[in-house]
Every structure is written in structure tokens, then in C-alpha cells.
């Protein structure tokens, strides 16, 4: 199985289960004081960084930090980016994660920010989630090691669509560091491992 047919499955596999995921959120929970809201209606935490939104420029400041980077989509109101920001990212293990393994640019869904993408292609934020077929927020977007030749959507080495909960989201963050999407083991097998190791099977 190529690279390319790993990663298609992969945004299938859990594109289908984002509604899942996101109802499991939607239930009461363990809510956490969460990040400021910026003017633009989205949650500001302490390890997002601000940049231009050139992803080359991002990319490659990314590696030079020794970190994998991801491009997370949200929009103003988004209850399941809510529930993400109170009750997932503030969580200690996540939250160690993504200020120290990961470099996290933001996008709005419906944003006029300009975003240059890896092909020099430059577009407001809106349509360049159109262009990468971006239409759920959360969305997560786990860019490749090195600046591609093409643009960013076929590019990610993993998207996932959709608000999860502490275990999925903390096991898509190591199989992503761990570079899981360059074996055999689909992201849904190696997070079934995780659970039965987790409870002593």
C-alpha cells in the first residue's frame, strides 16, 4: 500500500467517524478553564503560534525547531472546538505535546487572512480551505517533514477531521511523531493496540 492510499484511508476512516467523535464530546465532561478567545472568535492557547501563513516559511521554521508541524482549522462558535479547547488540548500530556513536539499554526474556515501555500499559491483562508477540502472544524492537518512540491492538502501526511477525545487525540499525536503513517499499520489499528495496551490486554 502506498503512502498516498495509507493517507486516503486514513481521512476516510475518520471522516466517518467524526461524528462519532464529536457526539462523545458533546456529553458532559470534565470542562477546563480554556484559552482566551481571540477577536476573531477562536481560542488562543499559549503553544499556537502567530506567523505570516507562508507553510513554507512555517515548515521550514518547524523543522529548524526540531517540530512536526500542524495546521489546525477551526471557526467562530464551533462547539466541538470548544469542547477540544476545554476538555482534549488542556489536557497535561496533550498539551506537553503540542507546545513541545509541535509547531500549531491556526486557520479560520471562513477567514480573510491570506495563506500562502506550499506551491506559492497565495488565497484568503476560507478559499484555501476549499482548495485543501477542508469543511469541518476541528480540523487537524500534520504537514510532512520537508517543504513538498505540491500543496498542502495532498501534501499532510495525515488529516483528521473532527473533534475526539483525550485517548484518540493523544495516540494520533504519537502516531504522527512516531511516523506511523509510513508503515503498514493503519491509524485506527494502532489506536485499537493502544486501548487493549492501555487496559492490560
Known amino acids: 500500500m502506498t503512502q498516498i492510499d495509507r493517507r486516503r484511508l486514513l481521512g476516510s476512516g475518520l471522516a466517518l467517524g467524526a461524528a462519532a467523535g464529536a457526539l462523545a464530546l458533546a456529553a458532559p465532561g470534565r470542562a477546563r478553564a480554556a484559552a482566551p478567545m481571540g477577536e476573531d472568535g477562536l481560542h488562543k492557547p499559549s503553544w499556537l503560534k502567530i506567523t505570516f501563513k507562508d507553510m513554507t516559511e512555517d515548515l521550514e521554521t518547524a523543522a529548524a525547531e526540531g517540530k512536526r508541524m500542524l495546521v489546525l482549522w477551526e471557526q467562530r462558535g464551533c462547539i466541538y472546538c470548544r469542547k477540544m479547547h476545554e476538555e482534549v488540548f488542556p ?33 484568503p483562508e476560507k478559499d484555501m480551505a476549499k ?22 492538502g495532498p501534501a499532510a501526511v495525515a488529516t483528521m477531521p473532527g473533534a475526539f477525545g483525550k485517548g484518540t487525540t493523544q495516540d494520533l ?3 504522527v511523531l512516531e511516523k506511523g503513517y509510513e508503515t503498514d ?14 487496559r492490560g490486554g
Open 173 to 175: 499525536l504519537t502516531w
Open 185 to 198: 499499520e493503519h491509524f485506527q489499528k494502532y489506536h485499537a493496540r493502544k486501548i487493549n495496551e492501555r
Open 91 to 123: 489536557e497535561p500530556e496533550i498539551a506537553a505535546a503540542l507546545s513541545e513536539k509541535f509547531y500549531v499554526v491556526q486557520m479560520n474556515l471562513f477567514g480573510d487572512e491570506e495563506v500562502t501555500d506550499f506551491d506559492g499559491e497565495a488565497l
Open 131 to 152: 482548495k485543501w477540502g477542508v469543511f469541518f472544524t476541528p480540523t487537524m492537518m500534520f504537514m510532512p517533514d520537508s517543504v513538498p512540491e505540491g500543496p498542502a
